[in-house]
T-cell receptor
Framework: RKEVEQDPGPFNVPEGATVAFNCTYS??????FFWYRQDCRKEPKLLMS?????NEDGRFTAQLNRASQYISLLIRDSKLSDSATYLC?????????????WGLGTSLAVNP | DTGVSQDPRHKITKRGQNVTFRCDPI?????LYWYRQTLGQGPEFLTY????????KSRLLSDRFSAERPKGSFSTLEIQRTEQGDSAMYLC????????????FGSGTRLTVV
């Protein structure tokens, strides 16, 4: 089993739709959680950290369920510019190295 | 520009040649990471530095790969005797400590070995 698993998609949604991605992780000792966004042939960029209480940033809402070991990302009122790959990232403390473990990403295409 | 910068952006090389990439992290960040990413995969950890000390190397980093960060600022990643399987995007990231706020990535160096 991969350490971080995501549905690769692609998710094809119309503009204005609400779309949700889930991600599961295997290491119950994982401490920090992030969603990154990656555009085609570009570097990953931090979209948002995921906090235990859940957090919202504009149209984006992230939630963490430690008991079930999954995190989610909800995008409301999706825009064409939201089309990208969304990478779920989990941080495990291995000694002094806060190593990031990456999912393979979920591809989103928002259509006009 | 205060982001992470990488040079070159693209590199095409013949199999068997040596290549070297450079990364300049955000100046106040003491940690620097190298990742490799191939199409359809998430970034794979290669190695990381805290200041000038290389603290961890992935098993992915064969003897042909070496990384340095001599003064705790910029870093270089060298690949000797390149193979076609080395073709990938090489990403550098930096953070302040083990940042809980994630890492900042550079734009990457895309290597093509022909």
């Amino acid at each position: 089993r991969k350490e971080v698993e995501q549905d690769p998609g692609p998710f094809n949604v119309p503009e204005g739709a609400t779309v949700a991605f889930n991600c599961t992780y295997s290491n119950s000792a994982s401490q920090s959680f992030f969603w990154y966004r990656q555009d085609c042939r570009k570097e990953p960029k931090l979209l948002m950290s995921v906090y235990s209480s859940g957090n919202e940033d504009g149209r984006f809402t992230a939630q963490l369920n430690r008991a079930s070991q999954y995190i989610s990302l909800l995008i409301r009122d999706s825009k064409l510019s939201d089309s990208a790959t969304y990478l779920c990232v989990v941080s495990n403390n291995a000694g002094n190295n806060r190593k990031l473990i990456w999912g393979l990403g979920t591809s989103l295409a928002v259509n006009p | 520009d205060t982001g992470v910068s990488q040079d070159p952006r693209h590199k095409i090389t013949k199999r068997g040649q040596n290549v070297t990439f450079r990364c300049d992290p955000i100046s106040e960040h003491n940690r620097l990471y190298w990742y490799r990413q191939t199409l359809g995969q998430g970034p794979e950890f290669l190695t990381y530095f805290q200041n000038e000390a290389q603290l961890e190397k992935s098993r992915l980093l064969s003897d042909r790969f070496s990384a340095e960060r001599p003064k705790g600022s910029f870093s270089t990643l060298e690949i000797q005797r390149t193979e076609q399987g080395d073709s990938a995007m090489y990403l550098c990231a930096s953070s302040q400590g083990g940042s809980i706020y994630g890492y900042t990535f550079g734009s990457g160096t895309r290597l093509t070995v022909v």
